[in-house]
């Protein structure tokens, strides 16, 4: 088989290398595109390197037609027609990241909190619409908009058109807001296609490939986090690798229904099982079924769908030639109502977490599961589970705060959520919060801990926990959590870090705590309107909030310091 001037092998893994172009090395944001094809077979290599050869082709293409674009004199003014086109692309795009929502069987908030949400913040638009008020959430929308593939206009900034272009989008806003309602019902209501001189035409249909490339893109500047994008981008990749790389128009139920079928016969972490890593997904299924391998969850199989039918919807919005999503009812039909999701920590566990040899009493700071007189209170194994017990954070979040991110603003001490930092990440774009200092972690010296960071010179609040393979500070700790929760009995399949979110939530509603302040606290408001929203609540109201929060039963005064 040819081989491929991108191709080289490090160790005994293929890579892909590219030198970036003379014409935009200058602007260009990498020095070169180097990444490991994540195989060690050489044919598989070359099919691969190929296909990322022509993705990282299309992205020179890309930046050298956005440095076009940027040197391109602005538009004065905007047309009537080009106004209400954008209005009906962000409407669209609304619709379509709340499919990709019920997709996902609304892994974020509950279907009555999002819709309580959505209320909320549908009475705020029609008020500002109604008043004339054109917010810096509208603004920055209006702004990305015009970035976007099926617009991609330049508009001067002082330039009429700006105040119409906004309320274009707010009253596209409640429009969907409208729809997203009826579909709460039952409704049947399709995220039309948007079709312009402007858009894509079928003519013009990418290979699938392609495409997937400006989908991922296009999620990662508007919502999704790195760690999302990859999952998502993996799945579809697949999906490309078994039914071929096409034109979108090419693809139908049969292509669908086949994958469905190669993923049913995988086994959970199939790529990392001896008898099928390193090999091709579709072989993989074969072989899998060959060898009688217990199958993965029906809520893995339907959660891969969902990626890939994600996807389809996506297309489905921006170019002509594609009428449909072959996924739509694929995913399989569960049995009872059995939950895949973590589920909060029982009073006993939460008990048993927090009388472990870590708080009462360890051998060293390595030996924290064996009892003994050390108690490891300036470490991140001690303060990450009190500080996730009253904030609802997630582990990453927690472990990568800087000692800058709690401060004290209006006599009100609090966490600030943020991916500020060169080495801090969230999930998603409304994850950014501000979260006040529970009186428990006060009682218990977390600010004085704090202090002595600061102190110490250190920028981390825990420097000695480090990042994953993975690039996440998340994983390592998980397994180091687990191992905290076998060593107190408390593990069992539906439990892990993440059960604190929902004890978080829980505990929210047993005392009183509305489902708009809990899910500012949480980050788990909708895209970009949430983040507005959640900003809104004034920080004392927030902290008001925070002090109602108790967990019936759970005593920590032995955690107090001397």
């Not at 099926?150 to 989008?169: G, H, T």
């Not at 993989?284 to 769908?305: E, F, H, Q, R, T």
């Amino acid at each position: 088989m040819p081989g491929h001037p991108r191709l080289f092998r490090r160790g005994a893994t293929f890579y892909h290398r590219a030198a970036i172009p003379a014409d935009i090395k200058a602007t260009y944001p990498k020095t070169e595109e180097t990444f490991s094809l994540k195989t060690k077979d050489y044919r598989e290599a070359v099919r691969r390197v190929r296909i990322q050869a022509a993705r990282i082709d299309r992205l020179f293409e890309a930046h050298r037609q956005e440095l076009k674009r940027e040197a391109e004199p602005a538009l004065a003014e905007l047309t009537p027609a080009q106004i209400e086109y954008i209005g009906e692309v962000y409407y669209a795009h609304i619709l379509d990241e709340d499919e990709e929502i019920r997709l996902s069987g609304f892994e974020g908030s509950s279907f009555e909190e999002r819709a309580e949400l959505t209320d909320t913040l549908d009475g705020v638009n029609r008020e500002y619409l109604a008043r004339g008020i054109q917010d810096e959430f509208f603004s920055d929308e209006a702004a990305e908009i015009l970035t976007w593939t099926n617009v991609n206009l330049k508009l001067a900034p002082d330039s009429p058109s700006w105040p119409r272009l906004i309320r274009e989008l707010q009253s596209a806003r409640i429009k969907a807001t409208d729809a997203i309602r009826a579909r709460n019902k039952g409704d049947v209501v399709k995220t039309p296609v948007v079709k312009s001189d402007t858009q894509i035409s079928s003519v013009d249909t990418p290979l699938l490939s392609e495409t997937i490339t400006r989908w991922v893109e296009e999620k990662r500047r508007t919502s999704w986090e790195q760690k999302t994008a990859d999952a998502y981008r993996i799945w579809a990749d697949r999906f490309v690798t078994l039914a071929g790389d096409k034109a979108l128009e090419a693809y139908g139920k049969a292509d669908a229904r086949t994958f469905k079928e190669a993923l049913v016969a995988l086994p959970a972490n199939w790529s990392n099982h001896p008898d099928l890593k390193n090999m091709q997904f579709d072989k993989a299924a074969k072989k899998a079924s060959a060898l009688g391998l217990p199958p993965m969850s029906v809520s893995n199989v339907n959660k891969i769908i969902g990626f890939v039918g994600a996807f389809w919807n996506w297309a489905k919005a921006h170019y002509d030639g594609v009428t449909g999503n072959p996924f739509d009812g694929m995913k399989l039909k569960k049995s009872g109502k059995a939950r895949d999701e973590r589920h909060p920590f029982t009073p006993d566990e939460l008990k048993s977490i927090f009388n472990a040899p870590l708080y009462t009493g360890c051998r060293s700071a390595r030996a924290w599961r064996t009892p003994g007189d050390f108690i490891p209170r300036n470490s991140g194994l001690y303060w990450v589970p009190l500080i996730a017990l009253f904030t609802g954070a997630r582990s990453g979040e927690i472990i990568q705060l800087y000692t800058s991110d709690v401060v004290e603003k209006d006599g009100i001490l609090r966490f600030e959520l943020t991916d500020d930092g060169d080495d801090q990440r969230l999930k998603t774009s409304t994850s950014h919060r501000f979260i006040p200092v529970h009186r428990t972690l006060k009682e218990l010296g977390l600010p004085e801990f704090v202090q002595k960071r600061r102190n110490e010179g250190q920028l981390r609040l825990f420097p000695e926990m480090s990042k994953g393979s993975d690039g996440y500070y998340s994983s390592p700790y998980s397994r180091q959590f687990r191992r905290l929760l076998e060593s107190v009995g408390a593990k069992h399949a539906k439990n892990a870090f993440h059960s604190f979110r929902h004890s978080f939530e829980d505990a929210c509603r047993n005392n009183g705590i509305s489902s708009e302040i809990m899910n500012a606290l949480q980050g788990h408001s909708e895209r970009g309107m949430g983040d507005r929203y959640g900003s809104g609540f004034h920080l004392k109201r927030l902290a008001e909030a925070i002090e109602k929060l108790d967990y019936e039963g759970l005593d920590l005064s032995h955690l107090k310091p001397d």
